[in-house]
């Protein structure tokens, strides 16, 4: 079964223009589309037999969707109606104990587009029973099973009422056991009908023939509403007629279109056969706004041919409620007025056509005014010449959405009907129609009338009155006209007919677009950028198209995306993308990557020379760049390959970037779905990344790879990682003698321990250890060591007990940069004292050892200079202090602290003159040899030769010890004061 699923966007059938210009969104327009119905008044009257209630309420209770069809002699909308009451009285029993139940009932005013209903389910946080009557398959888009889920998921109940039978449905024997068929026999309870039937025969002047039964009668009759005709039928007989004409009487009434027939010809006087057309070209519309709209009919056409319509009341209406029923509004004074019989506003209009067909005439073009002005601003104040302020019973007040759209509802279908029996009546009046678009007014409203009367045509199966139609408004040149009003009015023409072509498609069943509505669609689009056309595709035609023919659209929207429109051909393929998402995950997965690969192959195909300057954004690059958001938007790993690919191949900067903007878009948002693939994937695709594009991924990875650790993927992450982590390490590389380039494996690795930096956890300590033992790559080992260097700074209780192993394996650059960051407290837990040594001495010594360490060689004049305000400082420093202090560092640890020893050795040896001395005692297991310390000048080389088994090396006045034995630091300082 199809299903659909599309976004919430602006709406044709849904546009509120006028005192509130804005259009609304299918949601906003729920109010509008359905009213609460008052279920209190649906259950008086005769109901269907309780077993038949009983079913029904099971069926509903089950599936939470109920269908009633079956024969089109039953008046499905009353019953409908009535089993909704039932329905509510049943919930009621069955939550009595609930103090929080609550349950409304809401119907649907037919006619009005019934766009996402399924969302309107989902956003209705009230417990609400929704009647639909006479819907047609078409109207929910041809979509069961989303209703139904949706009804499900937010507690609420349907019940669909239609003429169709049900293989139009698409219902089997074995799908839709919320379908219910309705037959005559039955039924009510003869009872019932005996007992409606003599209530109805108390309101005749004369009583029936002794020889007739009552109750035969009401068996015959089967159902209330044809009791009620042939009450009707029998009220308009002067004198009392025999069992044969009774008969008769009872035949007719069986009988709708003779029936009808009857009544307007035979039943209704003059007047009131002007007021029952009236009635047909305002079906639908409150009481009051029927009144009106009759009013302005004879104000500017019929007064004249008839004076008596002038000053219309509610009891005019009287005579007519056999066939134009008023219906209940909840919260409302007001009654509704609604058709009787399916089809009965066609069947009328041809029943008068022949004895009225001038005044039809005639009504048409106060019918287009009405729907013009309809769309304006102020029109509620508007008074007749008796001051009555007919502009709000017409139209309604400011920001009100029942009564401006309903009046153009159903003048639309008035004028599709009229067309129906006559096309060349209504080809001016579509035109005129098709012609508005007055400035500040907007005239999607007007031209949506008439193209949903056009597209009805379509919906009856009269597709050839509809395609002519279309060509005479099409090839309508407006001779006369100055050129520049000409072309608006022509881009207002073909703006309508794509509007009808869309509707027309609408009714269409998924996947059988009728032949030649593409074609149409493609000559739109090609003629001059009418910018109004693309407005219409942007806003509902894609909307409205794209869930029911996707794939045999495929070629308008490949010139969608190609042409370059200006400022809206952006915004023409969000909605593309959109769209395309949409159908994605609903049903439709298949037709959206088999058009997106056609689309792709179809650029892979074009042979492409990029100039030396920046390339330009040609319609092939426009193409593949919505493929690729549309990969992004889809986010299902089966497109991966189709990422990997483009990749691979292209070489489009802006296609490229794009590509790895969405990629990166996917790693955020989508990591759950995608991330069994990545292990294999992300060093494959790292191989056909550029450097900058490896660092936008990788940067996303760890972000991402951070988030899922610390949440719910710990166990997946650390895989990931150790198998990148592997992968790396299986590579065979050899490095060059000249500066090692950064490929994309020394890029993975980075991003491997750039991710582990992040993660900060003791599980990670032995894939870093791991890394600082066996990697050789410089750019590697240095963001090993940032690693290490900010988790020292962040956390270092966390690894203070893996440090020594960690250090162990650095070189003498990397154990300077980690010395640096140790904090105080380790000094002090590893036995070191600091005593009134400045800690910028160690700062000033580790640029000085920078610029060693990367081979650079400073002028002699700078290397001085820097020398010198060192000295300058720590003189200054020791200036300040009383007796000449004497400096002294204690470490007794075996952790080699190169900074110290260099500085000290540097700036305390006596050739510095110093005022203070400073002694740095340091105890180690085992002699170090001259070579580890190649920055010591000579006389100090000679205090580390090797094999030396002494307490102590130096002389007092050398600025450096060193003791091979453990000692405490109260014992070094006190043995160097004698020393001293």
């Not at 209330?224 to 004198?239: H, M, N």
């Not at 915004?571 to 959109?578: N, Q, R």
């Not at 192959?601 to 760049?625: A, D, G, N």
């Not at 030769?945 to 010890?961: C, D, E, H, L, R």
Request: charged share 25%; aromatic share 10%; hydrophobic share 35%.
């Amino acid at each position: 079964m199809h299903n659909s699923n599309v976004s919430v966007e602006k709406n044709v059938g849904g546009i509120v223009v006028g005192d509130n210009t804005h259009v609304t969104n299918n949601i906003n327009k729920y109010d509008q589309d359905f009213l609460e119905i008052p279920l209190e008044k649906y259950g008086l009257g005769i109901s269907p037999s309780q077993q038949l209630i009983d079913e029904m309420i099971n069926i509903i209770c089950h599936h939470r969707m109920l269908i009633l069809g079956g024969s089109n002699d039953i008046d499905k909308v009353g019953i409908a109606r009535n089993f909704a009451w039932h329905l509510s009285n049943h919930l009621q029993k069955e939550y009595s104990s609930s103090d929080s139940f609550e349950v409304e009932a809401k119907e649907w005013q037919r006619g009005s587009e019934l766009l996402n209903f399924y969302q309107i389910l989902e956003q209705t946080e009230t417990r609400t029973i929704f009647v639909l009557t006479r819907v047609r398959f078409q109207d929910i888009d041809y979509d069961l099973s989303l209703i139904q889920k949706a009804a499900a998921d937010s507690n609420h109940y349907v019940i669909f009422a239609t003429d169709e039978p049900r293989a139009v449905w698409g219902l089997t024997d074995t799908i839709g056991d919320f379908w219910k068929d309705l037959e005559v026999d039955g039924l009510y309870k003869k009872d019932d009908l005996s007992k409606e039937l003599k209530d109805q025969l108390k309101q005749l002047p004369w009583s029936l023939p002794d020889k007739i039964s009552i109750e035969s009668i009401a068996e015959k009759l089967k159902t209330p509403d044809k009791i009620y005709k042939f009450v009707e039928l029998l009220s308009t007989e002067k004198e009392p007629l025999n069992p044969e004409e009774i008969d008769q009487l009872i035949n007719l009434a069986q009988d709708n279109k003779k029936i009808l027939e009857r009544w307007f010809n035979n039943v209704l006087q003059p007047r009131e056969k002007l007021i029952a057309l009236g009635l047909n070209f305002f079906d639908g519309l409150f009481e009051d706004q029927c009144l009106v709209a009759i009013g302005q009919l004879a104000d500017h056409e019929w007064y004249r041919r008839d004076s008596s319509l002038c000053a219309l009341d509610h009891c005019d209406l009287q005579p007519f409620h056999n066939f134009f029923r008023p219906v209940e509004v909840k919260n409302d004074r007001q009654k509704r007025i609604e058709s009787w019989l399916p089809e009965q506003r066609l069947e009328l209009f041809k029943i008068a056509w022949n004895t009225y067909r001038q005044r039809i005439y005639a009504a048409l073009p106060v019918l287009v005014k009405l729907v013009k002005t309809s769309v304006k601003r102020g029109v509620s104040r508007k008074k007749d010449t008796s001051g009555i302020p007919v502009g709000q019973q017409l139209y309604g007040s400011l920001g009100e959405k029942t009564r401006r759209y309903p009046l153009r509802t159903a003048i639309s279908g008035a004028i599709s009907d009229i067309g129906l029996i006559d096309t060349d009546v209504v080809k001016e009046t579509l035109l005129r129609l098709a012609t508005y678009g007055e400035e500040g007014v907007t005239a999607l409203g007007v031209q949506a009338v008439a193209a949903r009367a056009m597209a009805r045509w379509h919906k009856l199966e009269q597709k050839e009155q509809l395609l002519q139609t279309i060509r005479y408004l099409y090839q309508e040149n407006f001779s006369g006209i100055e050129e520049n009003k000409k072309n608006k009015l022509k881009q207002n023409v073909r703006a309508t007919i794509a509007l009808t072509i869309s509707y027309a498609a609408k009714s269409d069943p998924p996947g059988k677009l009728t032949e030649g509505f593409q074609e149409w669609l493609i000559k739109l689009l090609s003629d001059n950028h009418n910018s109004l056309v693309l407005e219409r595709f942007r806003d509902q035609i894609l909307r409205m198209l794209i869930p029911q023919h996707l794939f045999q659209l495929q070629e308008v929207l490949c010139t969608l995306v190609q042409r370059e429109y200006g400022k809206i051909s952006e915004d023409l393929t969000e909605k593309i993308i959109s769209e395309f998402k949409s159908a994605y995950y609903n049903n439709h997965a298949y037709e959206v990557l088999d058009i997106l690969e056609q689309w792709h192959t179809k650029c892979e195909q074009c042979e492409i020379q990029y100039p030396v300057e920046k390339p330009q954004i040609t319609s092939r690059e426009r193409l593949l760049i919505t493929v690729v958001k549309t990969y992004g938007e889809i986010q299902d790993k089966k497109v991966l390959k189709q990422l990997y690919r483009l990749l691979t191949i292209e070489e489009d900067p802006d296609v490229r970037e794009e590509a790895i903007e969405v990629l990166c878009q996917w790693i955020e948002e989508a990591f759950q779905q995608i991330i069994s693939v990545l292990p294999n994937f992300l060093p494959s695709l790292f191989e056909e990344l550029d450097k900058y594009e490896q660092l936008r991924v990788s940067e996303e990875i760890i972000n991402i790879f951070e988030s899922g650790y610390h949440t719910n993927h710990a166990a997946e992450v650390l895989d990931i990682l150790e198998q990148w982590h592997t992968k790396c390490e299986q590579c065979e590389i050899q490095y060059p003698v000249e500066e090692p380039q950064i490929t994309s494996r020394n890029q993975l690795l980075i991003t491997v321990v750039q991710t582990y930096g992040e993660i900060q956890d003791e599980k990670v300590i032995d894939p870093l250890y791991r890394i600082l033992t066996i990697e050789e790559h410089p750019d590697v080992r240095e963001k090993a060591i940032e690693v290490l260097c900010q988790w020292i700074e962040e956390d270092f209780q966390q690894i203070k007990h893996f440090f020594p192993n960690l250090f162990k394996k650095l070189n003498k650059y990397e154990k300077s940069q980690v010395f640096e960051t140790l904090p105080e407290s380790y000094w002090e837990e590893e036995g070191l004292s600091v005593w009134t040594l400045q800690r910028f001495v160690i700062q000033l010594d580790t640029k000085f050892r920078v610029f060693m360490e990367q081979g650079l060689r400073p002028s002699a004049t700078l290397r001085e200079r820097s020398w010198e305000q060192g000295r300058g400082k720590l003189e200054e420093g020791s200036r300040k202090r009383e007796n000449n202090p004497v400096y002294l560092i204690v470490i007794q640890t075996a952790v080699p602290v190169i900074g110290i020893l260099l500085v000290a050795s540097s700036i305390f040896s006596p050739s510095n003159k110093q005022q203070g001395k400073c002694f740095v005692v340091y105890r180690t297991k085992n002699y170090l040899p001259v070579r580890d310390y190649p920055d010591l000048n000579h006389p100090q080389k000679e205090q580390f030769k090797n094999g030396q088994q002494v307490t102590a090396i130096g002389k007092p006045n050398s600025g450096f010890y060193k003791i091979t034995a453990p000692i405490k630091g109260w014992v070094a300082a006190n043995y160097l004061k004698e020393c001293q």
